[in-house]
């Protein structure tokens, strides 16, 4: 899958008031899905943490060594089997109830390594696989 690009006007016929804002721009090129990739060292190994941090079974198995979770609509984390570049991982997902995914997933066994909580109030949950990999939380202040 590549990023489809949507040619935008260049005629000098036409006038905007002001210039497009980069989201603006972001939204007219890029494909409206997101998939963010953890390289593991063993997936059958690493299959077990993500379903308990998930929560569940896979949404899909492109392969023998990949597993697909969508977090959102037409977003998704993936694990693949990818011993040279596992522990690398940096994915942040905003969830609208932090501390309630953060004790589902305590249930299920898995406790954060690091909590942050920066200037505004945004709160980042940090949690790390076998690996090494950074799988964090976010959410704005109450």
Do not use: C, Q
Request: aromatic share 10%; net charge negative; no cysteine.
């Amino acid at each position: 899958m590549g990023t489809k690009y949507i040619p935008l006007p260049a005629s000098p016929r036409v006038r905007r008031p002001y210039p497009p804002t980069a989201h603006a721009h972001m939204e007219a090129v890029m494909a409206r899905e997101l998939f963010a990739g953890v390289p593991v060292t063993d997936y059958a190994a690493a299959l077990p943490w993500y379903e308990r941090f998930f929560g569940g079974k896979p949404s899909f198995l492109p392969n023998d060594v990949e597993a697909v979770w969508e977090v959102a609509e037409s977003r998704y984390v993936y694990i693949v089997e990818d011993p040279v570049r596992a522990g690398n991982a940096l994915v942040l997902t905003f969830v609208d109830d932090l501390d309630g995914r953060v004790a589902g997933i305590a249930r299920r066994g898995i406790e954060p390594a690091e909590r942050e909580t920066y200037e505004g109030g945004v709160t980042k949950v940090i949690y790390r696989d076998a690996d090494g990999n950074e799988i964090s939380l976010g959410g704005g202040p109450d």
